[in-house]
Structures are given as structure tokens and as C-alpha cells.
């Protein structure tokens, strides 16, 4: 069976050059390809269709005009980890910050008996690669922690979907306080998708600290539940309309301003709400959004800024 399916994959190389551009591009062997040529052979291996850059309709393919043509200097503080929080500090203010325990430029500078019994650790210029959620010290496995911090330093995270922001950003890592919900073992992410300067969709990811598979539920502006699947798959259940709704939405458009599209993400814990990260390309725009109507519903609430190209 295995050598089947491998003969399948291998001669799917061969006749798929779409295929074959999407397998080789995750090993990384079209770095050095210009990011408007990587960006559209990623696209069409990705859709099966061209991407128009010209007259950019869906969301995903704004979302790639974007990050060609919209090339603001302050967007890389704003997708570092570590120096948003001053752009956060002086928009919202400092209360809506996690609680910091430490900076370092290297995993082996951790002070970890500085550290709580939980804490958290994360890059400060990627998504996910290195993260490290503590909940009792004394289970670390610091040699497979100090590892994989390291393998997430190393991690060119523009590479990956050539969302430059992430390019120049400094790369440390960062240890910020453990917090969970209302439940008491996890913690929901409220998404802000904010269409130049205004919260019009609303996603809530759940079930992302369980043995579960992470789900996502979307919203309108309203809380009124929406038809959409965008990467992953719907809650058993409606998840309730959280008590600091208004709260985030404010804060998000407030962070908004001033820019096309971005989503801010938001954390609701007993102790009050919660800043938690502003994405500008969310999927890195290669995400299917089911049903389609949506892509292109979504797309057209994006006004592209006028920019000489």
C-alpha cells in the first residue's frame, strides 16, 4: 500500500507541475525566486487557477496584492511579538498586554528558574515553530525546549509565503505570563478581521489547548453566525457570545486604523481581555474559504490603497 501511494505521489511530480511547484516550494527550494513569481506559482498550485494581480477580486488574492504592493516600514512592528506591544501600549493601553517575564536573543540565555511554575514561550517573528506552553515546571524537557526554540530562531518565516513584515524583524524569544479562559483549561482566541479601519467578520478558534482538533466558528460584526469555513471546521456548538464582545471589537478598530485590512486577535480571561497578535495576511491567503461567494464577498471589502507599483 505504502509503495503505491508513493508511486502515485511520485508520478503526480512528474505530470503536475502545479503539484510539483507546491511539494518542492515547502523544502524551500524556490527561496531565491523574485516574490511576485513565487507568489503566483504558489497561487495557481495552490487554487489551480491564475492569480490576478491586475484586478484582484477574492480575498486571498488581495491578500497577495498586498503584500507585494503594500509596503508600509511600521508593519514590521506591528507582526514582531516583542515591539508591538509598545504600538499596543500607546493605542489602547498597557492594561490589555499579557504579562512579560522575559526577552532573550538566545535559547540557551533562558532563565528558567526565573520563570513560573507556567509560562509560556514563543518567537517573537514566526507562528507557532518553537512554542513552548508550560503548565507544571517540573515535566520540562529542557533539552527538547532549548531544541526546538532554536529550530524556530533559525526559521525564515517571509520565506514561507513571502509575507515581507516578517523579513527584518529581530529575532528573540519572549516569555509571557500562562492564561487560560473562563473554563479554566483553554483559551478561546477571538479573531477581529478588520476591512480598512472596521470589524466586519469575527472568527472564534476553540478547543485549540485540548486533545481536540482546533475549530473555528465565524461572525459578523453583529454576532450573528455565518456560514463559513475557512481552514477549519465548525464547533459542535455555537459558542456564546462573549461578555467583552463590544470591548475587543473597539479595540481592534482602534489598532485597525489606517490600514487596508488586518485581523487582531484577542484573549478573554477572568482577569479581564487581552491583546494576543495582528496578522495582516491570514492563511497567508492560500487558505480554501468555503462557499466560495465568500472569498469574493470578502475580497470586496477590502479597498485597495492606490499605490504606485
Not at 105 to 130: M, R, T, W, Y
Not at 134 to 144: A, G
Not at 153 to 161: A, M, N, R, S, V
Not at 189 to 202: A, S
Amino acid at each position: 500500500m505504502r509503495v503505491k501511494k508513493a508511486c502515485k505521489s511520485i508520478l503526480k511530480m512528474i505530470c503536475d507541475s502545479d503539484y510539483r511547484f507546491y511539494i518542492t516550494s515547502c523544502y524551500g527550494l524556490h527561496n531565491k525566486m523574485d516574490d511576485r513569481e513565487f507568489l503566483e506559482k504558489k497561487f495557481k498550485s495552490v487554487f489551480h487557477r491564475r492569480l490576478d494581480l491586475e484586478n484582484p477580486q477574492t480575498i486571498n488574492e488581495k491578500i497577495q496584492w498586498l503584500k507585494l504592493y503594500d509596503r508600509k516600514p511600521q508593519y514590521t512592528q506591528y507582526v514582531d511579538k516583542y515591539l508591538v506591544r509598545e504600538y499596543v501600549k500607546g493605542m489602547i493601553g498597557e492594561e490589555y498586554l499579557i504579562p512579560l517575564l522575559g526577552v532573550w536573543d538566545n535559547a540557551d540565555d533562558i532563565e528558567f528558574n526565573k520563570l513560573p511554575d507556567q509560562f509560556v514561550l514563543k518567537c517573537n517573528h514566526n507562528s507557532g515553530l518553537g512554542m513552548y506552553i508550560c503548565k507544571n515546571k517540573e515535566t520540562i524537557d529542557y533539552t527538547k525546549v532549548i531544541s526546538e526554540l532554536k529550530k524556530g530562531l533559525k526559521q525564515d518565516y517571509y520565506l514561507t509565503g513571502r509575507e515581507w513584515p516578517y523579513k527584518n524583524v529581530p529575532r528573540k524569544i519572549i516569555a509571557e505570563k500562562y492564561i487560560v479562559d473562563e473554563s479554566g483549561y483553554e483559551l478561546k482566541d477571538y479573531k477581529f478581521y478588520c476591512f480598512n479601519g472596521m470589524v466586519k467578520l469575527v472568527m472564534i478558534n476553540s478547543d485549540r489547548m485540548t486533545n481536540k482538533t482546533t475549530k473555528a466558528d465565524y461572525f459578523d460584526e453583529n454576532y450573528n453566525h455565518l456560514d463559513i469555513k475557512w481552514g477549519y471546521d465548525n464547533a459542535d456548538s455555537i459558542p456564546d457570545k462573549p461578555e467583552n464582545f463590544e470591548l475587543m471589537k473597539a479595540l481592534a478598530e482602534k489598532l485597525a486604523e489606517n490600514i487596508p485590512h488586518i485581523r487582531i486577535d484577542f484573549y478573554q480571561t477572568p482577569g479581564g481581555v487581552y491583546f494576543g497578535e495582528m496578522t495582516f495576511f491570514d492563511g497567508s491567503g492560500f487558505d480554501t474559504i468555503e462557499p466560495i461567494e465568500w472569498d469574493y464577498k470578502l475580497g470586496s471589502w477590502i479597498n485597495l490603497p492606490k499605490i504606485k507599483k
